[in-house]
């Protein structure tokens, strides 16, 4: 049976769908639980932290980021016995907005740890890992620090 | 434990991430005894030790040590033969490239035909037969003195 390794990727597509779908405080819920890495020594915990982040930076078109997450070649390693699994994955994401035609704009990793509590799997962590940055100035507004 | 079919997965999908960091030799031990042919031409690699100089002559590593790439492998359709000991695998691919010559574009996009075995050690690559579809911008992918015109 591989109904962990099915859980598991369901939460990291999710991730994609809500995220597209400009749902950030269902983003945050889903990684309620989870610290995130990002580059530039950026940690985030929890969902207050995380959905921020987006809210802060994700530029929104009537409520959405106009943005599609590709996440495929996803890596498993699933501990059943301790509750622990890692995914490696890479994603792209593409996006199409107002005066700025389809192209993708970002690819990279996702390094991510999950633990089982109570039945049912979890983020436990994301490391956000940059490959290809294209044309973020549609999607992104950039960070003021570290 | 993983199905057969994830522990495959994750066999193709290691392949794609040591091309996409550069790691050449460890690339070619996942490939191990594996024949890798190109559909319709004459091309054909055996074993981990032609794989390994394959891709050295063929792909360009930049000042960071990579390729520059980032390949999806999508629509997977795995068929596992459980008396037999083998597996196919059919898959599509997608290499997106950035550097300083091009913004990030996909540059090639095709189909990879895949058979396995299983042995002792686990599902290993038994053949691979790559099929280019779509051919983009592969100038940066490629070394500068056949790149260059």
């Known amino acids: ?146 | 434990m993983l199905s057969d079919s994830d522990q495959i997965l994750n066999l193709l999908y290691e392949l794609d991430e040591h091309i996409d960091k550069g790691r050449f030799d460890a690339a070619a031990e996942v490939f191990a005894d594996a024949t890798l042919s190109v559909h319709g031409g004459d091309l054909t690699v055996q074993g981990r030790d032609e794989l390994a100089a394959f891709l050295r002559r063929s792909i360009r590593l930049h000042d960071d040590g990579t390729p520059k790439t980032v390949h999806l492998t999508v629509n997977p359709i795995v068929d596992v033969d459980d008396a037999a000991r083998t597996a196919s695998a059919q898959t599509f691919f997608t290499v997106f490239h950035a550097s300083d010559e091009v913004p990030l574009q996909p540059v090639l996009g095709g189909a990879n035909f895949d058979t396995f075995r299983r042995t002792e050690r686990g599902w290993q690559l038994a053949s691979r037969v790559v099929q280019v579809r779509l051919m983009g911008n592969v100038a940066p992918l490629v070394p500068e003195a056949e790149g260059a015109r």
């Open chain 1, 1 to 146: 049976m591989s109904a962990s390794a099915d859980e598991i990727r369901d939460l990291m597509f999710e991730y994609c769908w809500l995220l597209d779908r400009g749902e950030i405080d269902a983003v945050g819920e889903l990684m309620e639980h989870a610290t995130v890495y990002g580059e530039g020594g950026l940690v985030l915990h929890g969902k207050d932290e995380i959905a921020g982040m987006f809210r802060d930076r994700a530029i929104m078109y009537d409520g959405i980021p106009r943005s599609k997450h590709l996440c495929t070649n996803v890596i498993l390693d699933i501990d059943e016995d301790a509750g622990r699994a890692t995914a490696r994955s890479v994603y792209v994401a593409q996006q199409e907005a107002p005066g700025f035609p389809l192209q993708a704009y970002i690819a990279g990793r996702y390094r991510d740890t999950f633990e089982r509590v109570d039945g049912a799997w979890r983020f436990a962590e994301r490391v956000y890992i940059v490959d290809l940055l294209g044309d973020m100035s549609a999607h992104h507004r950039p960070a003021d620090s570290g």
